[in-house]
């Protein structure tokens, strides 16, 4: 198993180990719902260091991420971040990545941990095949240290050591600046539903940046929080997980991923995706809440009128709102709010009911 | 760190706790030592009232926010009880588990099988040698 720079820190916080895309992560030092809790109403500290960063760069970089990417980047500014999908001929799946434009033909891919690899190879095998020479890509992931501050005190701390006016960060955008004194890339954004900021430095560094946020953050209630927490504020937020809701037979009109899809330009897979558009998709994701007692788990049957009709991709209790709740692919008869279904939990079948995505906004 | 077990209960592997109440009948849960294991239980699935169950056998289910654990039987015998409580508070689990987290009562069998069970002292060796 990888180690990210901040396994040791991990370790003598006490946090339970687990295995997570090829690397041994924090799953919680505390208690899920603890961190869950603390990262909604103070402030959260994730190591994100698994992650991959791919650089593209080049008089042709551009042009290699719009034939890789579902989303339309030509208009994309400097400082601007996009979510994108990498999809294959199919329209399916490879990765769901952020690209931030760092400067004119100068782009940073960030991948999901144990997708890394497969889009690496991906974006080559692209590049190679469509002579894109003008179009350097380069593996940055094991010199780049990460790590997300998230919640509504994130800002407040995270201004006292960064260079520069973080307020004026706006929401999907990042900024080169330093953090403590090293050059760094913060982006306010995330994947909790709340505010706060992505913090990119040099892998040997990050644990000083790290180490200042613990203690600066500790007088605002900042507390680290593993990928336990990271789950269940994702879920809340309605946000999805690669090797759950997405995966390469899974399209991005089937999830929540059509408006980052532009078929108005060339893309692999766009083909594939306007027929499916023009045809409509058969099955749809959806979020849904349990009515009954019991809590829906990856992979546990959906039922309506008796029979299986889809399954369950991610599910938990949800801290915040008190009652289990979950992602599942249902087909688009069933995808409206208010449906009825049943999930099999066991040997029971408990009642639930399609809700409207996501599960938890954010105050403003 | 977990509560010492206490010496007036017998113990299994698996981290239940048996506790005879006299006239043939147990009170079962799981030790505090799985709750710290578990941390945050956010669900208790109990077994029906009446129902039959065999030693080491699933007899409940316990689910915290990460994960799914069955619960097994440390004796054979009837559900004459559950504890209903935890269906509003599961985490009665997490703050007494030898106590207001009790999940069953199970009209023995065999009393034999609750002599073999682990006393306080052998269980604390076991998961001395056995942390997790």
Request: with cysteine; net charge negative; glycine share 10%.
């Amino acid at each position: 198993m990888k180690r990210t720079p901040l396994y040791e820190r991990h370790l003598a916080l006490g946090a339970t180990m687990t295995e997570f895309g090829g690397w041994a992560m924090p799953v919680q030092y505390s208690s899920v719902i603890e961190e869950h809790r603390n990262t909604r109403t103070l402030a959260g500290l994730f190591d994100v260091c698994h992650m991959g960063e791919i650089e593209v760069r080049g008089p042709q970089a551009l042009e290699l991420l719009q034939w890789v990417m579902s989303r339309n980047l030509a208009g994309q500014r400097i400082g601007e971040m996009k979510l994108s999908a990498i999809t294959n001929e199919k329209g399916g799946i490879i990765d769901d990545v952020t690209v931030y434009k760092r400067a004119e033909e100068h782009y940073m891919v960030v991948t999901n941990a144990a997708t890394r690899e497969g889009d690496l190879a991906w974006i080559l095998k692209a590049k190679n095949a469509r002579g894109l020479d003008g179009a350097d890509v380069t593996d940055l992931s094991d010199t780049i240290g990460k790590v997300d501050i998230q919640g509504p005190l994130a800002q407040k701390i995270l201004a006292e050591i960064v260079e520069g006016d973080l307020e004026a960060l706006r929401f999907y955008h990042a900024m080169d600046t330093r953090v403590a004194g090293m050059p760094a890339l913060v982006s306010r954004s995330g994947y909790t539903g709340e505010d706060g900021f992505e913090v990119y430095t040099e892998a040997g560094r990050i644990g000083e940046i790290w180490d200042l946020l613990m203690s600066i953050g500790d007088a605002h209630g900042l507390k680290p929080a593993g990928l336990g927490a990271r789950d269940t504020l994702r879920l809340e937020a309605g946000m999805m997980l690669f090797g759950h809701e997405m995966c390469q037979t899974v399209t991005p009109f089937e999830v929540v991923y059509g408006w980052i899809t532009d078929l108005d330009k060339e893309f692999i897979g766009r083909d594939a995706l306007r027929r499916q558009k023009e045809e409509g998709v058969r099955r749809k994701l959806v979020g849904f809440e349990i009515l009954d007692r019991g809590i829906a788990r990856h992979g546990y049957p959906v039922l309506a009128g008796g029979e299986k009709v889809g399954e369950v991709t991610s599910g938990t209790y949800s801290p915040t709102l008190g009652k289990a709740i979950g992602l599942a692919f249902v087909p688009v008869q069933y995808m409206d709010p208010g449906t009825p279904l049943e999930i099999g939990i066991r040997n029971q079948r408990v009642k639930a009911a399609v809700v409207p995505l996501p599960f938890y906004r954010r105050k403003k | 760190m977990a509560k010492p077990s206490p010496n007036d209960r017998r113990y299994t592997k698996e981290h239940e706790w048996a506790k005879a109440d006299g006239g043939g009948t147990v009170t079962m849960g799981i030790t505090d030592h799985a709750q710290e294991l578990l941390t945050d239980v956010v669900y208790v699935e109990l077994p029906a009232v009446g129902r039959r169950v065999k030693q080491a056998q699933p007899i409940a289910v316990v689910e915290s926010v990460k994960s799914v654990s069955d619960i097994f039987a440390p004796v054979s015998g009837e559900v004459i009880e559950v504890n209903q409580a935890l269906e509003a508070a599961p985490e009665l689990v997490n703050k007494d588990a030898f106590g207001e987290g009790w999940v069953a009562r199970i009209r023995m069998e065999s009393p034999d099988e609750f002599d073999g069970l682990m006393t306080a002292e052998q269980y604390e060796e076991h998961i001395k040698a056995n942390p997790h």
